[in-house]
């Protein structure tokens, strides 16, 4: 190896260690689920207002994320990311200072604000670094960075809860108090990174971004991220409420379940990489989709914990490289408008605030089977995808 393809591989991983640090911040957001068990417990809420939370973090989805695309298109693509960062960690030190309904919904928002920001940017951003046919790999291993902080969220909070208590008087809040000074590294870390963007050739506005929505495929990628993002976020906020509804177990044991759902998303983003390299996208796609399905049917049947783990991660494992193949997929459709796609698909996260309110009306109606029928119906979707679309073969 040539010294300058040393020095080339060098300053490939100093540009792609801080956009990772970037990924795990991303993962922040998957906290809310958590979070809402936690205090639904401490203010006795129902299933439907315990719900408002996560929708409130996904609503800003709809809101933020095409003006975002634009934004990209004036300020760059990682002088938005840096925004989004110092969003994220504003809105991870406001429950320090209290857990009330008011205060936890002002946090959730501008965590949701800014993970719209972030996640609409940072994943552009890679196609900066990254060859196109290696993306669909990248981002795959990007959402396994991000599933890292995803699962440490409940076992830092039951940590917390069970610990330190007597001590910080943050119990399971000092979940945020962690997060937010990793985010502020990130900001760090990002801002003395440098990376070359290439310029748009135009400055597009709303009406362009939702034009888009005109083409099929788009559309379909559009909604497939919608029912993607709604499971996670049901599985995420559900699974806890499901082992404590079947087997009477406390919150601080039933949380668990949100860990192993992660610990197997994690696990899924990880070797989807490498399977990503070798298998079409299509196929990876139909097996996981698969999988998904074979644990709807689980958790509508089963009532014991190793059988309702067992479906958890056949759910993460499944779901774990949903969003990196529709999303890759998207910008390879439209690599001259890859701002706006971007932007669109971010938009489709917006899945997160529809799933959960529903699931939590279901919940309260006819117990959390009701839920699991909801998020059947984004399973049954994506079965559609996978059945009626050619998806582009992004074979790394």
Known sequence: ?????????????????????????????????TASNYVQKDLGLSDAQANLFPSLVFFWFLIFSVPTGMLMNRIGRKNTVLISLVITAFSLFIPIFGDSYVVMLLSFSFL????????????????????????????????????????????????????????????????FVIYAVVSVVSVVALAATPIREERPDKVSGVVECVRLLSKPFILLCFLGIMCHVGIDVGTNTT??????????????????????????????????????????????????VLMMLAAMVMLFTCHTLPLIYVALGLIGFGNSNIFSI?????????????????GLMIMGLFGGTIFPLAMGYAADGVGQWGAVAVMTVGVVYLMYYTLRIKVVNVKS
């Open 112 to 175: 949701g604000i800014g993970n719209a920001v972030m996640q609409t940017s940072l994943n552009p951003l890679v196609s900066n670094l990254i060859s196109s046919d290696k993306l669909a790999s990248t981002l795959t291993f990007g959402q396994f960075v991000k599933a890292i902080a995803s699962f440490l969220a409940p076992i830092i909070a039951a940590w917390g809860a069970t610990t330190l208590m007597p001590t910080f008087g943050l119990s399971w809040r000092i979940l």
């Open 326 to 342: 529709i999303f890759a997929q998207a910008l390879i459709y439209a690599p001259s408008e890859r701002n706006e796609v971007s």
């Open 1 to 33: 190896m040539t010294q300058t393809a040393v020095n080339d591989k060098k300053s490939f991983l100093m540009q792609m260690v801080p956009v990772m640090l970037c990924f795990f911040a991303m993962g922040f957001v998957d906290l809310v689920g």
């Open 239 to 288: 699974a806890p409420k499901i082992i404590m509804e079947r087997l009477g177990l406390p919150l601080e044991e039933a949380g668990f379940a949100t860990s192993v759902y992660f610990i197997f998303r994690t696990l899924g983003c990880l070797s989807g990489a490498f399977i990503l390299r070798n298998v079409s996208s299509k196929l990876f796609f139909g097996l996981s």
